[in-house]
C-alpha cells in the first residue's frame, strides 16, 4: 500500500504571480516545478547537480527545514545566474515531505 500524501508548495515569481501544487512526498521540487510550468525553472541536467539552472531563494522560515547543503550543491551554487544568498537553494535537492507543508520558493529571474 503507498502513502500518497503531499506537501503543498508555493513557488514566487519576481513579477508578484505565484504557482501553488500539491507536491508527492519524496519528489524533488526541481521535478515539481518543471511539471507544473514554473517559469525560470529549468533544471537542464535532470537534477544530478551539474546545472544550477534550479536556483531558488528558500523563505528564511523555512531554509532549515529544508536540509543541509552539501559540498556539491555547494560548488553549484556558486554557478548561479543570479548571485546567491544565503537563502539559496538548488530545487533539485529538496524533497517534498510532510515537514515541507506549506514551503514558499522564490525564483530569481536572470
Known sequence: MHDNTMANITWKMEDGSEITVDVNDGLNL???ATSNNVTHIEGECGGCL???TCHVFVDQDWFAKTGEIDEIEDTML?????ER?????????????PELEGLILYVPEP
Open 30 to 32: 526541481m521535478e515539481a
Open 50 to 52: 551539474s546545472c544550477a
Open 78 to 82: 556558486e554557478m548561479t545566474d543570479v
Open 85 to 97: 544568498r544565503d537563502n539559496s537553494r538548488l530545487s533539485c535537492q529538496i524533497t517534498a515531505s
